[in-house]
Structure formats: structure tokens, C-alpha cells
């Protein structure tokens, strides 16, 4: 059904979801899929710029992620306004994703690998664990946030989740046809970075390195798990 959420995208900040998935966005939007974006944090300490305040920064990055949705085709944009590098596997931010994910429940939910070894965004360590965490067994359960069930968020059943970020790939998608609106998205977050002749080079040779023994050219890779329930 065209109005059901085909796919949910679960970001730590403004600009992860570009990193990560946007070119499979595009292809899914452009072959008439619904995608939202849940973006959790605001991302108002992302500036070097000594005179920039976390209030002006946190309203541009915003902006710079509405511009990249709206490119992508993706039908609704979700802040969830938690502060840059201040989220925590807890209850609060655990209920926030469950209650999303009831809201729009989406057949897949794509979020970053919480399992990357060594250095990793604290942030996006914690928004993959409990992004998974959510889906289950929490957004599941009736009895789990029974809070949620009284105010009519009955509980969903998401199909698959994947990850990106990941050092254990196992599956890769197409985005040979969307490769351009993935670096178009990624230019318009302007207060983050330009995307210089290096950048979009070294993007490039990601995409192809993560298409390497398959038909298609260019790939954003993930770690798939497909739910059993
Ligand atoms: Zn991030």
C-alpha cells in the first residue's frame, strides 16, 4: 500500500542519514516507497566556528536537514530535539523511538551499527543499540510503555533492520541511478562540510567498493537482520 511507511531512517544527527542510506532512499522514494526520517538529536555542538551558538546552530542544521529530506523525496521529517552529543540508553529516549516507530510503523528501520569496534560517535553507538532496542522487543509488546497503548500507539512488528556504518556487511544496495542525489543531499549540509573534489572522491570510492561482487556499480552496504518473531 502506498501510504504504509516503507521505510523508517533513524539518525543520530542532522547528516548521518545522507552518510548512510540516502542513495537507497532516493531509488525507494523515486520507486514510490514512503520513507521518514527520525532524527534525534539536534546537533548543536557540530561547529568549529567560535562565534556560532548552539541555539542558531541547532536551527540551521534543521534546515540543512529538511532541504536534504524534501531532495530525497522523503515524506516526513521527525526532530526529536535531543542536544548533540547528549543521548543516553535510557528510558526517555528509548520510549521516544518506540513511540515513533508505533506512530508510522515502517517495515524496515535503517539506523546506525552500534557494533562498530573502537572509535564511534557515542551518539550513534547509543541511537543503534536503542533504535534495536525498540523494535524489540519494546514497539512489539503491549505490556512494554503501557503509557503509549492508553494514548492509542498500539504495538507494530518491523520486518528488518539494517545498519550502516557497519564493519560486518551482509547486505548491499543499489544506488548506481542515486548516487548523485546522495552527494546533492549531502551538499546541503552547508554548516557541516562542502563537498570538495576529495570528498566526493572518496565517497565514490566507497559506493564502488561496497558494490564489489555484485551486478551494480555503486552500493551503500549495511548489516541486514531480518526478524523472526
Ligand atoms: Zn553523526
Same mark, same amino acid.
Given at each position: 500500500? %502506498?501510504? &504504509? #511507511?516503507?521505510?523508517? #531512517?533513524?539518525?543520530?544527527?542532522?547528516?548521518? +542519514?545522507?552518510?548512510?542510506?540516502? *542513495?537507497?532512499?532516493?531509488?525507494?522514494? *523515486?520507486?514510490?516507497?514512503?520513507? #521518514?526520517?527520525?532524527?534525534?538529536?539536534? *546537533?548543536?555542538?557540530? +561547529?568549529?566556528?567560535?562565534?556560532?551558538?548552539?541555539?542558531?546552530?541547532?536551527?540551521?542544521?534543521?534546515?540543512?536537514?529538511?532541504?536534504?529530506?524534501?531532495?530525497? *523525496?522523503? +515524506? &516526513? #521529517?521527525?526532530f526529536l530535539g535531543y542536544p548533540d552529543q547528549g543521548l543516553e540508553d535510557n528510558h526517555d529516549f528509548r520510549k521516544a523511538l518506540v513511540r515513533v516507530i508505533r506512530q508510522y510503523r515502517p517495515y524496515i528501520v535503517a539506523t546506525a551499527d552500534p557494533y562498530r569496534k573502537y572509535m564511534w560517535h557515542r551518539d550513534h553507538r547509543i541511537?543503534?543499540?536503542?533504535?534495536?532496542?525498540?523494535?524489540?522487543?519494546?514497539?512489539?509488546?503491549?505490556?512494554?510503555y503501557p503509557e503509549l497503548l492508553k494514548e492509542g500507539y498500539e504495538p507494530h512488528k518491523v520486518r528488518e533492520i539494517w545498519f550502516w556504518g557497519t564493519e560486518d556487511p551482509n547486505f548491499r544496495s543499489d544506488i548506481t541511478d542515486t548516487f548523485d542525489k546522495k552527494l546533492a543531499a549531502l551538499a546541503c549540509h552547508k554548516s557541516q562540510f562542502d563537498v570538495s573534489k576529495e570528498m566526493k572522491e572518496r565517497i565514490t570510492g566507497f559506493a564502488k567498493t561496497n %558494490?564489489?561482487?555484485?551486478?551494480?556499480?555503486?552500493? &551503500?552496504?549495511?548489516?541486514?537482520?531480518?526478524?523472526?518473531?
Open positions: 500500500m %502506498a501510504d &504504509e #511507511v516503507y521505510l523508517m #531512517v533513524i539518525a543520530p544527527h542532522p547528516d548521518d +542519514s545522507e552518510f548512510g542510506v540516502a *542513495g537507497t532512499v532516493a531509488r525507494l522514494t *523515486g520507486e514510490g516507497k514512503k520513507v #521518514v526520517y527520525i532524527i534525534c538529536t539536534n *546537533g548543536d555542538k557540530g +561547529s568549529n566556528d567560535r562565534k556560532m551558538t548552539p541555539e542558531k546552530l541547532a536551527k540551521i542544521r534543521e534546515k540543512e536537514q529538511r532541504a536534504a529530506a524534501d531532495l530525497l *523525496g522523503v +515524506s &516526513e #521529517v521527525v541511537t543503534g543499540q536503542v533504535a534495536a532496542d525498540a523494535v524489540y522487543p519494546y514497539a512489539r509488546d503491549h505490556m512494554a %558494490a564489489q561482487g555484485e551486478k551494480f556499480k555503486m552500493a &551503500e552496504a549495511f548489516h541486514r537482520v531480518e526478524m523472526r518473531y
